[in-house]
């Protein structure tokens, strides 16, 4: 049986039904807000949807269990017992006192294992009831209260030492009841038993008569007659007695309130959230040596399972190094690992280990970067329960605090340990539950949109822009990627859920199959991730136009307390203005960098009926590649083979003024036939690798339209089917100095006043720092000057005014000069040269 999944198969046939729940197309525009991200694709609980927007979940150092608590059981008033769970001071759990004392009890299942630091009992004020006369408060962790036995085992954390008929908040706290480190906190807990021991019952309050006869008949409470004796005490007789007494030995007739118990609501404080109980909802894993399965037992929140894995032998293994893994499945701000372990003849914690958390980051080996936060050194025997001397402690609660630090990932290495009091099956460490607690916004998050369908045919891709609210210390990102293709992908499952491949599946008997998913998911046309956008308002980068487009956004932090509010996105849509645009650039490689070579771009257009054309080019190149224009020709390949071609010369078309490394051309007309151009200009590339960026357009000002230029073979002119120009890569980073005036004369006459130091800068991108340095022949520094480029690629110019840190004018005479390029990694040579200059006056 095949099982469609709505929202993928919407993409193809339902357009509109999935745009309204993940974002809307409308008039020459993509619209996500505030309430399209819960229909984005991000990891279970780790971002928050509301009116104003998405942003990161928060994680809170400390909490409340109750909001997902529930009664497991009310020995009385059981439909007023969810009261006392719902943070509505206005109702509550009240026992009646005309119950047997038995069942004046209330118990809560927190539905997990919670790390509790503390109870707090609210009783409702005092024009709605009394608190509870005597009362206690007990916990369980769900543990058998003897072998076998189908009672749990309730440990009693508070009680009343004296009636209460005053207090109405009552506070317990909890601390571990079984060995533990001093820095675990809470004691694990899944229920709570709350019970009223004694009530005033009938008596709660003595009242006149008049107040007593105020009252409803259930509020009423016991009517007590007293004779009075001749010595002058009084006795307490009943009302068949009092009204045959002579009125001069009748004493007082005393009216009393009926005692009302209720119970308003109960927090159970927590150690925070505990970040374990999601890691598979999350999309994360836990996987232990051998990979058994059994490993997801110490994240489900059920004290009473575990995790065994062997921890020593009598004897050496051949496989002593083994490992606990843990992938979160998103990342978080952790400061606290605690381990809660079972302890038996054979079974503790581990005996050794290192424990270390990974944000991902990889090493140069490609695998993950590691940050040790906790490790115990191999021998030692005290956690193996067998093992352990009778002055030795055995904690069966564990913790690992460390300053707060970004992790996704963590593992325990540990080694198998030989020991002789391990013989037979071995000793083993067993884990009843690990957690990880942290507090903060969480540094990543990162959400996906659906595939998104523009329309019937391709749309041309404009401008990108967000509203968001971006405080310090924290960055929004976005990119896009596009195709036209979606592809059928069908996943398989057993009856219980468990996705299998096709291969199993079909060996599966008929009874044993389950559903069977089919999604679309993107083809093999699609491009991938463009690089993020570095302002609201960029133009969309990835290739357009396309019928399909994906949008992420990652929601970044360096600051716990702070955190990106994304409300809005939007992506400015329009016809293209050509069905496709395809380009090529000849010769696809040189044989030198830092001169000049002549290039030539090809583009060729293919339109359908409707399509404007285009009237513009804008050819972008690396920074710090100087263009320089010279002619452009419009025809079919033979016409350009053969030299019949239009030819246009500088002063038929026009030439924007743009930065020295883009060519924005303006033609005398729009192109709206499939003729081929070329386009004739230099360039001196710095790069080994120099890929261009060309894009057409149609229109001025703001109500211009673009479209991007594909590389492919688009004529047999070229030698080349793409846009990047391949260059011998260059020995030195840094050649080519130019030094002048030398000798120069800082004299202030307005003549040859500074000196510039001008070199070339090849196969560095980003952002660099560039220095001279300035010494005198005895090798003392006079001057440093320097300053930060964004792309240093390309010429760079350095000026020297003839004066010394200081400010003050240098002596005439020659001095060495050191100028350059800054880099990170200090085994790169190259970055430098030297040269001796002169000043005179």
């Known amino acids: 049986m095949f099982r469609i999944c709505l929202p993928a198969i919407n993409l193809l046939f339902f357009p509109a039904l999935l745009a309204a729940q993940g974002y809307r ?10 309430q399209h991200w819960a229909s984005w694709v991000f990891p279970q609980g780790t971002a928050l949807v509301d009116a104003g927007g998405v942003r990161p979940a928060f994680v809170q150092p400390s909490g409340d269990a109750i909001p997902q608590a529930s009664i497991l059981a009310a020995g009385s008033d059981p439909a007023g017992a969810l009261g006392i769970l719902d943070s509505d001071p206005s109702t509550s759990w009240a026992p009646d006192i005309s119950d047997p004392p038995e069942n004046w009890f209330v118990q809560i299942d927190l539905g997990q294992t919670v790390n509790a630091t503390g109870i707090v009992l609210h009783f409702v004020d005092e024009s709605q009831g009394d608190p509870f006369y005597q009362f206690s408060v007990l916990t369980s962790n769900g543990s058998a209260a003897f072998s076998g036995s189908k009672a749990m085992a309730f440990t009693r954390i508070g009680k009343t030492e004296q009636p209460n008929t005053t207090q109405r908040l009552f506070s317990f706290p909890l601390n571990p009841l079984r060995p533990a480190d001093r820095g675990f906190v809470g004691d694990p807990i899944r229920f709570v038993l709350i019970q009223m021991t004694d009530s005033r019952r009938g008596r709660a309050e003595e009242i006149s008569a008049e107040h007593y006869q105020a009252l409803p008949a259930q509020a009423q409470g016991a009517i007590d007659y007293y004779r009075r004796e001749a010595s002058g005490k009084e006795r307490l007789v009943d009302l068949d007695q009092y009204q045959a007494l002579a009125e001069e030995t009748r004493g007082p007739v005393k009216h009393y309130r009926r005692e009302s118990p209720r119970l308003a609501g109960v927090e159970v404080q927590t150690a925070g959230d505990n970040l374990a109980l999601s890691i598979l909802q999350r999309g994360g894993k836990l996987e232990g040596f051998g990979s058994l399965g059994s490993e997801v037992l110490i994240a489900d929140g059920d004290y009473n399972t575990s995790f065994a894995t062997p921890s020593a032998y009598a004897e050496a293994t051949q496989e002593p190094d083994r490992h606990l893994f843990v992938d979160l499945g998103a990342m978080f701000s952790l400061d606290r690992i605690q381990f809660m372990y079972v302890v038996t003849p054979a079974s503790g ?26 490790a115990l050194g191999a021998g030692t025997f005290s956690s193996i329960g067998a093992a352990a001397a009778a002055d030795q402690e055995i904690r069966e609660y564990q913790a690992v605090t460390f300053p707060l630090i970004k992790a996704r990932y963590f593992q325990l290495d540990y080694q198998i340990q030989v020991y002789f009091g391990c013989a037979g099956l071995g000793c083993s460490a067993t884990m009843r539950e690990i957690q990880f607690y942290g507090r903060g916004f969480l540094p990543e998050v990162i959400l996906n949109s659906e595939i998104i369908e523009l329309g019937g045919r391709p749309r041309t891709l404009g401008a990108i822009d967000w509203d968001a609210d971006i405080p310090a210390g924290t960055q929004l990102q976005v990119r896009t990627r596009t195709g036209n293709q979606l592809e059928q992908q069908i996943h398989y499952f057993t009856k219980a859920g468990a996705e299998v491949t096709v291969g199993e599946y079909r060996k599966l008997l008929s009874f044993q199959r389950g559903d069977s998913l089919v999604t679309l998911v993107p083809g093999s046309d699609w491009s991938s991730w463009s690089q993020f956008y570095q302002n609201s308002g960029d133009l969309v980068s990835s290739p357009s136009p396309r019928r399909y487009l994906m949008v992420q956004t990652a929601l970044r932090s360096e600051q716990p307390a702070r955190a990106v509010q994304l409300r809005s996105l939007r992506v400015q849509l329009e016809a293209p203005l050509a069905s496709e645009l395809v380009g090529e650039l000849s010769p696809g490689r040189i044989q030198d960098t830092g001169k000049e070579q002549a290039l030539t771009l090809y583009v060729h257009p293919s339109f359908q009926s409707g399509d404007p054309g285009f009237d513009r080019l804008l050819v972008t190149a690396p920074p710090g590649t100087p263009l320089s224009l010279q002619d452009l020709n419009i025809g079919s390949e033979q016409a350009l083979r053969d030299g019949t071609a239009r030819h246009l010369a500088e002063g038929q078309f026009s030439v924007i003024p743009t930065s020295p490394d883009s060519l924005w051309i303006i033609l005398p007309e729009a192109i709206a036939q499939e003729e081929l151009l070329a386009l004739h200009f230099s360039a001196v590339l710095y790069s080994a690798s120099n890929v261009f960026g060309i894009t057409a357009g149609l229109g001025e000002g703001t109500g211009a339209v673009w479209q991007q230029v594909e590389a492919g073979e688009v004529t047999s002119l070229g030698e080349g089917s793409t846009l990047n120009v391949l260059a011998p ?113």
């Open 25 to 34: 197309v409308e008039s020459g525009q993509l619209v996500v807000e505030p």
């Open 349 to 374: 914690p581990f005996p050794n280990y290192v424990m270390k958390v990974s944000d991902g980051a990889r090493a140069p080996d490609g695998s993950l970067a590691w940050t040790s936060v906790a």
């Open 729 to 841: 890569f260059a020995e030195r980073i840094v050649r080519e100095a130019r030094v002048y005036p030398n000798p120069f004369t800082p004299n202030q006459d307005g003549v040859n006043e500074v000196q510039a130091f001008e070199f070339s800068v090849f196969k560095v991108n980003g952002e660099k720092s560039l220095f001279l340095e300035i010494y005198d022949l005895g090798g003392r520094p006079l001057r440093r000057v320097e300053e930060l480029s964004a792309s240093p690629q390309g010429v760079q110019r350095l000026e020297w005014d003839g004066r010394d840190q200081g400010g003050s004018l240098v002596p005439p005479g020659l001095y060495l000069c050191r100028f350059g390029l800054e880099v990170d990694d200090q085994s790169r040579t190259g970055t430098t040269l030297t040269h001796v200059v002169s000043v005179a006056y």
